[in-house]
């Protein structure tokens, strides 16, 4: 996009920024947020709805999809909110923010798109029930969380995809509640990673028929991350098994801070503290002038797991105001399955 | 008397004295001839008597009118109806023609007479150049303008100051000839200034000034 | 050697210490008024386009609502159709007694804006989030925010040099508070990138206009017809200013032939001689090029506020009061000067190295060559007539000025032939001796002076003109103020609901209530304003109609036909009984035209019921309130009571009238201040072609004076001769000045603001500016003929005798 340093800070500077590179000013007071505790009793359609209150939250869907070319896509909708102050009001005087990213990612291209939105007038928001998030054309509608239709464009691709859930939600950390440094920051966070996709996606050379499994993350907060972390390291795996992984690595000045959760077919979760897993960076591609790892050599002992994760399309670069990695992987050795990763700070 | 010049004194600006105690007189029909060395302070002397310039002291006394007490209109005034002039040179008004350059004079005194206009011009040679400006005229055809001019007026006193100075010796002596006979004519007094003595010695009266003086 | 020769020429401005002044003044004045001209331009021009790179204006295409604001949810919901448009609601507001202009931008989604960009990487950036919610941050000059502080109920406000002049730029939920348009958008800007598949506008907002970037109002474009008038002003001054450098030069040449024929007899090729006085003139015109930047410079200073306060008031174009060097400025100018100096000398220069060896040094003949008169006459003939036959051929403002410049150039060729023929006619008339003396002396005299009187020429004909020009422009404009401004009072509701209320209470009080609504249109000549009116005689009886078919009015308000003004007319060249298309539903016939001054766009009026159906969402806020006169101030202060409107809201007719006087006037400050400059340099010239001829003067007023007139008579003549020259130029200019301020009127305004004036005639202003000019050409001659008066005897005998 353009050169728009004031933009930048103005919507990235207080949560995001800070989550992937430790913005000192968020390291203990939440400014009037309210902050994530233990024991939080989700109640559900409500905690699908947006959480003004807090500075920070998304909506984040990734998709391992297959086309009937026989070639592998992956897909990404996000969208994040972004409190100025822990209110909301009518029209422009919202004190709400909301930015989309939208990406297609194919073996050899990755086509991204965003959006930016002001809350309050109706361009963006997320309802709970029945569900529905959406900014500009874009959109997560279903009737509920368990079947929901998902759509996305930008200048050079658009997608149509239907979404149909065929397992539980999940909740990470302490029943959702995921401490994320050894200081004690943490957010709220659950996925629902048992979806069914099947759809079209538009591309530049035309239609294609995909399906797939898609993966959706709920989290919010008001102080995610400790002063010294500098970014992040996330993976969201499904083995071919039926078990799933999300493991993720805060990188700190004062040594990393992991966290992982095994996933059963069933549903059924295993937390692992800090340490249980390993992340080791193989092999680093050069994106948009940094070296970014794109071959990681992940070990989880407690479930046997040591498995070689590599990026599908390794310039999957996202040149959003704010810029990270996000791309489909493939899983190899003790484990075989796909997945997506997510790289911040590089 | 007509002109009478009693120690007069003069001096330049600076203090240098150019005549000292000059007395000299002139009558009626008299013909006077001031010679001396460049410098001596002979056209000087000419200018005090034309009421062209003031003096330092003395008395000059011209028609009965004595010229100290005037004042620039006064002396303005005396010019133009006492005394005529013929100079060395730019004697005539250039963006006039020399029909009127002729008659300029006359018509500033309030004395013209065309009939005797006409017959200076012919006189003089100047018939056929009346329409002409004085640029288009030779030295010798502008001072027999000047001395027309002079002449139209029949002047009591005419004061020439080297009329002949800047002419060859042809158009001089034409141009002397002219002057005298027509002087003698009108019976005009004439003063006139000349370094030459061969111009000198056809005059009544010669007189010298040399330091100051006449001698 | 070649420090010999510069010393030799050098000595020559030693001993001519004037000479050199008034050759450096001549072109330092030239220079300085061009200059000055120039800079004012170039900041103008610079404040547009910074104020335009500022806000990124023109960048993107843009929607509007042709019948008024976009609401909040249309633009949520082409944005949720997939349409990347971004909002701004801007207006005027006026706070603290002056009006300022809000942009109000939706500061999320809004492209890039370097005013913000610059703002955010200044020392003290705002911080974002106060930028986003109440009470916001409001963006200004370090001018406007001093203007600003006192009013406390302003939200804080961040000084940014990186913000237009008068122009509060803030956030879109800041600015509808502060022009208290709650969910209003002005415009929407689409965004260069759009997704793919979205739906047509024509289908989703068939009712919004879409105006392309390119065709979007451009201040500098509607302001260059203002510039290219300051322009042709400059140029003027500048040509006034090179006389005097050509008799400067003129005569310093003359005086150095004697020096330069024996530089020449010493070995000194010519080819070397004319090098080094071009060296000379190259340094010459440096330095008082350099003088006349400075002179510019602070001329434009003083200049700069009037003409930014014009081009506010007519135009609304930013312009910042304060003028700043520029390196390109101050190139330009001393080209102007090195490129006027060898113009103005080149002759002189020609003719000095055509000059042979032996020529004489004496004084050159200086009686007029009717060869040469005759052949300039002949060319200011052709001039003349080239260029009146360019004006009636060619359209556009440059003919218009092409003509007009052919004419002036023209009549100062022909100056010397006429003022020759009256003084001939003069000297043959003249009965005494010193009289004949005079107009003989006078003609003589005459080519030393005519460049200098060709220059007073064109300095009196532009003041005749332009005079002219205003006062009748001023004339037309009052008449029509006094047929427009009927209503005894304007008022302006906060909205619709508030303007219906106030139509209710005032209904049983009044004569008549007015609406007054418009909504924006676009026709192919640029932006048109469409106005509803209801029937009532104030428009029947007073409206200003310089055009009308049969009536005009019945067939309007039957919904027939349509008015339209008359820069409509004339930019569209459409007349009554010709169609004026309005939109793609609407075409009506041209039932007449009216003249409406001081609005450079088009306009149309239709009945309201006609406007109803083109544009159903026009805003009913205005209205225009007939009451006898004696009840306005008492209905006035009882509307703004109880419907509590601020004085702005409620006009009295008298207090519009003011305003649009104020505005009117304040518009040809500028003008008027380079007339009398003009004027001033024109005066100079005569001074300096005095000055110059001096040196001719004793042998010419010698003879004279010992023949029996005294120096004060002289001294007298020197005044009276220089009076009576300015005085048959003064004569002469007036044809000319009502020649230009016809092509004014009747060329330059047609095609510079779209109106045609009648011309009215001033003989009174005439008067003042005829002893104006003999006042100025007695100033000139002061000098001169002081020195006549003070001349020693002396020195006049010197002319006689031969040691001179």
């Known amino acids: 996009m353009n050169a728009r340093v004031w933009l930048v800070v103005l919507i990235l500077l207080q949560p995001i920024a800070s989550w992937a590179q430790g913005y000192a000013g968020l390291g203990g007071s939440a400014d009037g947020f309210d902050v994530p505790k233990r024991d939080y009793q989700f109640e559900f359609p409500r905690d699908h709805g947006p959480h003004p209150t807090y500075r920070i939250e998304w909506w984040y869907l990734t998709a391992n999809l297959t086309g009937e070319d026989g070639r592998d896509y992956g897909i990404q909708w996000t969208l994040f909110r972004s409190a100025l102050k822990p209110s909301e009001a009518d029209g422009w005087q919202s004190p709400q923010l909301w930015m989309g990213h939208a990406a297609v990612t194919t073996p050899e291209t990755h086509y991204f798109a965003e959006r930016l939105s002001r809350g309050g007038i109706g361009q963006a928001g997320v309802a709970a029930d029945p569900f529905e998030a959406w900014i500009d054309e874009w959109y997560m509608r279903g009737p509920d969380l368990n079947t929901v239709s998902l759509s996305a464009s930008g200048a050079e691709f658009a997608y149509d995809l239907d979404l149909t859930a065929q397992g539980p939600l999940v909740f990470h950390g302490d029943a959702g509640y995921s401490v994320k440094s050894a200081d004690g920051q943490a957010s709220y966070y659950y996925s629902q990673p048992f979806f069914e996709v099947e759809g079209v996606l538009n591309l530049p050379d035309g239609d294609v028929a995909v399906t797939g499994h898609g993966w959706l993350d709920r989290e919010w907060s008001s102080q995610p991350l400790a002063s010294d972390q500098t970014g992040w390291d996330w993976f969201s795996l499904s083995f071919d098994d039926g078990d799933k992984l999300m493991a993720f690595r805060l990188r700190g000045g004062r040594g990393d801070f992991t966290a992982a959760t095994w996933i059963s077919p069933d549903g059924t979760t295993t937390p692992l503290p800090n340490g249980s897993a390993s992340f080791t960076p193989l092999n680093t591609t050069r994106v948009a002038g940094r070296d970014v790892p794109t071959e990681w050599h992940v070990t989880l002992p407690d479930r046997g797991l040591d498995v070689e994760v590599s990026a599908m399309t390794p310039d999957a670069w996202m040149a959003t105001q704010f810029e990270y990695w996000e791309g489909p992987v493939t899983v190899k050795g003790s484990h075989t399955g796909r997945g997506y990763l997510e790289m911040t700070g590089y | 008397m007509l002109l009478n010049i009693d120690k007069v004194q003069k001096s330049y600006p600076g203090g240098r004295p150019v005549l000292r105690d000059v007395s000299l007189t002139l009558d009626h029909g008299q013909t006077l001839a001031l010679t001396g060395e460049s410098g001596s302070g002979k056209s000087t002397l000419l200018n005090l008597a034309a009421a062209l310039d003031s003096f330092d002291g003395g008395e000059i006394t011209l028609d009965g009118t004595a010229l100290s007490p005037l004042d620039d209109r006064g002396r303005a005034a005396l010019r133009r109806q006492s005394v005529s002039l013929v100079f060395q040179q730019f004697n005539l008004i250039p963006s006039l023609t020399v029909g009127q350059n002729l008659s300029f004079h006359a018509r500033l005194a309030n004395r013209e007479d065309t009939g005797w206009s006409a017959q200076l011009a012919e006189r003089l040679g100047l018939a056929d150049l009346l329409t002409r400006y004085p640029e288009n005229l030779s030295g010798g055809q502008q001072q027999r303008v000047a001395i027309g001019r002079a002449m139209a007026v029949r002047p009591k006193l005419l004061l020439a100051d080297e009329p002949t100075g800047n002419l060859d010796e042809t158009a001089s002596a034409n141009v002397l000839d002219l002057m005298l006979s027509l002087v003698a004519e009108t019976g005009a007094a004439l003063l006139l200034v000349t370094h030459s003595q061969d111009i000198a010695a056809r005059l009544d009266r010669q007189a010298h000034l040399a330091g100051g003086h006449i001698v | ?804």
Not at chain 3, 1 to 28: D, K, N
Not at chain 3, 562 to 581: C, F, H, K, S
């Open chain 3, 1 to 804: 050697m070649t420090f010999a020769i510069v010393q030799a020429l050098l000595s020559h401005w030693r001993r001519h210490r004037l000479q050199l002044a008034t050759l450096l003044i001549g072109i330092a004045l030239a220079t300085g008024l061009w200059s000055a001209v120039q800079a004012i331009n170039a900041e103008a021009r610079a404040s547009y386009q910074r104020a335009s790179d500022q806000l990124a204006l023109g960048l993107y295409d843009t929607l509007r609502d042709p019948s008024g604001t976009i609401a909040v949810d249309r633009y949520v919901a082409l944005r949720r159709a997939g349409w990347q448009v971004s909002a701004v609601l801007e207006g005027p507001v006026r706070i603290a007694g002056r009006t300022v202009q809000v942009m109000g931008v939706d500061m999320v989604t809004y492209p890039a804006l370097p005013a913000m960009t610059q703002t955010e990487q200044s020392d003290a950036p705002p911080d974002p989030s106060d930028m986003l919610t109440a009470p916001g941050r409001l963006l200004a000059t370090p001018e406007l925010a001093e203007h600003l502080k006192s009013q406390t109920e302003l939200p804080p406000i961040v000084v940014s040099d990186a913000v237009p002049p008068d122009l509060i730029l803030t956030d879109i939920g800041v600015a509808e508070t502060l022009l208290n348009r709650p969910r209003q958008i002005s415009r929407l800007v689409i965004l260069p990138d759009q997704p793919r598949g979205v739906p047509a506008l024509s289908e989703i907002a068939p009712d919004l206009q879409r105006v392309e970037a390119s065709a979007q109002l451009d201040t500098q474009r509607l302001t260059d017809s203002f510039h290219l008038n300051l322009t042709a002003f400059g140029l003027l001054s500048f040509a006034v200013g090179l006389f005097i450098v050509n008799g400067t030069v003129g005569l310093a040449f003359a005086q150095r032939r004697a020096m330069i024929r024996t530089l020449r007899a010493l070995g000194v090729s010519m080819r070397r001689l004319v090098w080094m006085i071009t060296a000379e003139l190259t340094l010459l015109a440096l330095i008082g090029g350099a003088l006349g930047l400075v002179l510019g410079f602070f001329l434009a200073g003083a200049l700069l506020p009037d003409v930014a306060a014009t081009l506010r008031g007519l135009y609304g174009a930013p312009v910042d009061g304060q003028i700043s060097l520029q390196p390109e400025w101050a190139l330009a100018g001393l080209g102007m000067a090195l490129g006027g100096t060898f113009l103005a000398s080149g002759h002189a220069l020609f003719r000095l190295s055509r000059m042979p060896i032996l020529t004489g040094a004496g004084v050159q003949s200086w009686r007029s060559s009717t060869s040469g008169q005759r052949f300039s006459f002949l060319i200011g003939t052709a001039l003349i007539t080239g260029g009146f036959a360019i004006g009636y051929t060619v359209e556009g403002l440059v003919a218009g000025f092409a003509m007009v410049g052919g004419i002036l150039t023209g009549a100062a060729l022909v100056l010397p032939y006429f003022l020759t023929l009256a003084l001939s006619v003069f000297q043959r008339r003249a009965r005494g001796p010193v009289a004949q003396w005079v107009w003989a002396d006078m003609q003589a005299q005459l080519p030393g002076l005519s460049l200098a009187l060709m220059a007073l020429l064109l300095a009196l004909a532009a003041n005749i003109g332009v005079g002219t020009m205003v006062s009748s422009f001023r004339l037309t404009f009052v008449g029509w103020l006094d047929q427009r401004l009927t209503s005894e009072l304007y008022v302006t509701a906060r909205d619709d609901q508030q303007g219906k209320e106030i139509a209710q209470w005032l209904g049983p009080q009044v004569d008549a209530i007015l609406p007054i609504r418009n909504v924006e249109l676009t026709h192919e000549t640029g932006p048109l304003f469409l106005y509803g009116v209801v029937d009532h005689e104030t428009y029947r009886d007073h409206w200003p109609l310089i055009a009308s078919s049969d009536s005009a009015w019945d067939r309007v308000l039957t919904d027939q036909a349509v008015l339209i003004n008359e820069q409509l007319a004339r930019r569209a060249d459409l007349w009554p009984g010709d169609m004026l298309t309005l939109n793609a539903e609407h075409t009506l016939t041209i039932a007449g035209v009216y003249s409406d001054y001081g609005n450079p766009t088009g306009q149309a009026i239709v009945s309201m019921q006609q406007l109803d159906l083109i544009a159903p969402g026009a805003e009913t806020r205005q209205f225009g309130i007939r009451v006898s006169p004696e009840r306005a101030t008492e209905l006035a202060q009882a509307l703004r009571d109880r419907f509590d409107l601020s004085r702005q809201a409620v006009v009295q007719q008298a207090a519009v009238k003011a305003q649009s006087l104020a505005i009117f006037d304040n518009t040809f400050v500028v003008t008027s201040a380079l007339n009398v400059l003009t004027l001033g340099v024109a005066g100079f010239a005569i001074l300096t072609s005095l000055l110059t001829l001096w040196t001719q003067r004793l042998p010419q007023i010698a003879p004279v004076w010992a023949l029996g007139l005294t120096r004060a008579q002289l001294a007298r003549l020197e005044l009276l001769r220089s009076v009576l020259l300015a005085a048959l130029t003064a004569v002469l200019a007036l044809p000319l000045g009502l020649v230009l301020a016809w092509a004014l009127l009747a060329v330059i305004n047609v095609q510079a603001f779209g109106w045609r004036l009648p011309m009215f005639l001033f003989p009174v202003d005439w008067a003042y500016l005829f002893v104006l000019t003999l006042l100025a050409a007695a100033v000139a001659a002061a000098l001169p003929a002081l020195r006549v008066l003070r001349l020693p005897p002396a020195d006049l005998l010197r002319v006689f005798a031969n040691e001179r």
